[in-house]
């Protein structure tokens, strides 16, 4: 399985700030996915980020408030843009199995927007 | 498009069977099971995939049924370690495209 990790782990942020959150894999993959957790909730797909293309968001998330990069097969981030107490949220990166099928996750960046 | 998951909670004493369902109103390539603990990330259990193929946690079975477009995940003799919410994800396109998460079931062992 592939291992994951995430910077920074966790951040306190003031409104109206943006924070980048960096995901990097030890293998190169494919297909990474960004997904949020609401406290509580389950999880949300925000967008599916592929090498060489623009990433590919589902509804009610937009590139101007969630832009996200993919530069290699190995690393993405994703940036929350002017953000708000509503945006406190895990945000978790994953990534597919490369032909296993599995999907893990990243351990996660906890936000906390004041 | 969301899977709808039950039951919603479930307490158990440690040795004891739960069955976990996951469903879906559309049409489904695989169905993959989360467990994750609280403060941390969601754990690959098992995946089932369209035609019958199965890979996981060798103490865990699902089941896959394509035409009810459901899926059961079945914990057996469990332990205090099985205590977390599970997730079933599912995928309606071909290998590799994103989870759609059901909203996840709560599961307490106590002993």
């Known amino acids: 399985s592939a291992v994951i990790s995430q910077k920074p782990s966790r951040d306190i942020c003031q409104r109206g700030t943006s924070l980048t959150i960096q995901c990097q894999v030890d293998?190169?993959?494919?297909?990474m996915f960004w997904y949020r957790q609401q406290p509580g909730q389950s999880l949300t797909l925000i967008a599916t980020a592929n090498q060489g293309s623009e990433a590919t968001y589902e509804s009610g998330f937009v590139i101007d408030k969630f832009p996200i990069s993919r530069p290699n097969l190995t690393f993405s981030t994703l940036t929350v843009s002017n953000m708000s107490p509503e945006d406190s949220s895990i945000y978790l990166c994953s990534v597919d199995g490369q032909g296993d099928y599995e999907q893990f996750f990243g351990p996660g960046t906890r936000l906390t927007v004041l | 498009q969301q899977p709808v998951q039950s039951p919603q909670a479930v307490i158990l004493r440690e040795g004891e069977d739960a069955v976990i369902n996951c469903s879906s109103s559309?049409?489904?390539?695989?169905v993959h099971w989360y467990r994750q603990k609280h403060g941390e990330a969601p754990v690959f259990l098992m995946i089932?995939?369209?035609?019958?193929e199965q890979k996981g946690h060798e103490k865990i079975s699902a089941s896959f049924n394509e035409k009810k477009q459901q899926s059961s995940l079945y914990l057996t003799a469990s332990q205090l370690s099985y205590s977390g919410t599970y997730f079933c994800g599912t995928a309606h396109g071909q290998a590799g495209t994103a989870l759609i998460f059901g909203k996840g079931t709560t599961l307490s062992v106590s002993s």
């Open positions: 293998s190169q993959v494919t297909m």
């Open positions: 559309k049409a489904l390539y695989s």
């Open positions: 089932l995939l369209k035609g019958g």
